[in-house]
């Protein structure tokens, strides 16, 4: 059964996917280690975290694209799904912190020193396994995605108003995680990490092999991700996007379908958050700003939505747009971004996977075309062809 | 409870309000095993709202609805009234336009519904050969793997019709199947419905009285949200209520 799955799932276009990362997860450590500084194909350190951090993004973009994409599921909340794998990725860094921090004690943080607590609270207790850390990086997301959907689609919340209440959420959350006696470091959030498994965070080797770590968890997204669109279930999730009430009809519980490709990208959304934590060294309360989720939506719009490929081009080049930007032109990224928002909505409503697929794909035009992403088009599709047999001068009645 | 006996759909003085306005007033229809209903009415006589209340999407503010004799509709909602055998088409032809026409027939095949079940289901031969032959029947076979959204609006229809027969249904509920369609296309899915009619019960909404006609069945006249006349097509055609509220002249 599983195998059957797993031989859907890779079909030509993720094998390529899948064997690009895994390439890159080996490529970019060999370019920093073995090339020496200076020399040609040298790829610096600071360099590794950063594409690191690239490549993270990818994999939330990726997550998102499955519940918008595939589902339909506008949801404007998926960073508090990020912000939560990290930060139980930084309460164990903080653990491993141990008596080098600025008030040496050996089991509290040092922002718990200084609110003069006494002892750990319950929640941050087994944080300093590492294991017990990672299996909270896919429950806690998980949990809460599923709680925040059982609820949202029994009760057939949907559209804009399932995207205002997932905007709620985080909003919600970024304000608990600010209050100090929440206990997760207030406003300054986790940083100052030293170890990671008894490596040094910042050293050299520890770097590139989060690096690579990131790569494959985003080549196993993919699969992962495959593996669901491939299947008829990934039929049923397109059939919702499109036509809801009619898979109603012919009897699937399209509220289970949603939970469903709602938990298993916040399992992903918080995976990616995890990996992200480390390789730029601090998690606080930002992470879960609104504006951070609505970027999401942006990359994968701009990448293409409905497609793997799509969401991962579109993290990465928007954000090595970002990076550019705010050191040359600080002051203009936001309006660059909305832009561009505006740009792709207006003139490349399926991204630029969409318009590679318009230049060179002209072959496969014919069966891609029908391909509509969103019900009120079609409507619309489906008015224009009405309006066109009327406008035709030989099929209207005479005057 | 004793009267739902032996019927495939047991209506009984099922009322619905929205905003004050009675859609459905006091209507009491029953449909048996096998056999083949037509409705007719003018609009707004509370058709697609009765096809509503059959198949969950609506409830009804006061009557029975019985599935089979034995099973209340009023207490279900959509997925489990289909699961249960009941198939609907829409006024709209609505097929799932991004999909191809194989993989629409494959979604509507009766199988297990569930999420783990879909995620791993592979189709067997059985299914392969079963999809074939409903293709075969709706005339699509050699359209199989185009998008649904490139099939004309009369092959839409057909396409419905037969993801209603993949999902092996006891009674079909039928909107206006032959809205948009040609004459001989017409012809073609009256043959089809009374073919259908042989082994499951089906209830037909239209306007066009030729085809009413050529489905040759018992036929029922909607108006107001309940029933006008009942009987053969020419009996309901010729009842003087009929003629001046919905045939005219």
New interface residues.
Partial sequence: ??T??LF?ALDKKAVWVIGIFLAVAVLVPMANLLIPPGQFGHVPTYLVSLLGKYLSYAILALALDLVWGYCGILSLGHSAFFALGGYAMGMYLMRQIGTRGVYGNPTLPDFMVFLNWKELPWYWLGFDNFWFAMAMVVVVPGLLAFIFGFFAFRSRVTGVYLSIITQAMTFALLLAFFRNDMGFGGNNGLTDFKDILGAPVQAQSTRVILFAATAIALALSVLVCS??VN???G??M??VR??E??T???????E??KL?AFTVSAIMAGIAGALYVPQVGIINPGEFEPGNSIEVVIWTAVGGRGTLIGPIIGAIVVNLGKSWFTSALPEFWLFALGALFIFVTLFLPKGIVGLWKQLFGIRRKK?EE????TPAQ?VDIERGEDSATFDNPQIRPAE | MSKAQDTMLYLNGVSVAFDGFKAINNLSIIVRPTEMLAIIGPNGAGKTTMMDII?G?TRPDAGEVMFDGRTDLTKL???AI??LGI??K?QKP??????TVW?NL???LKKP???FA?????ASDEDVTRITEILETVRLLHRKDE????LSHGQKQWLEIG?LLA?DPKLLLVDEPVAGMTDSETEETAKLLREIAKTRSVVVVEHDMSFVRELGSRVVCLAEGAVLAEGSLDQVSANPVVIERYLGR
């Fill in positions: 059964m599983l059957q799955a859907r593996m669901i299947s008829k279930l039929k049923v397109v059939a499109d036509a009430s009619r109603r009809f012919i009897g699937y519980r399209v289970y379908v469903f069966a029908p391909a509509l992403p079609s | 198949t999407k909602d959509e997925a289909a699961n198939g609907r829409f609505t097929v799932f336009e991004s999909h993989d494959e979604m509507a519904r569930g999420i879909a995620l791993f289901y592979t998008f649904a959204a490139n993801m999902q």
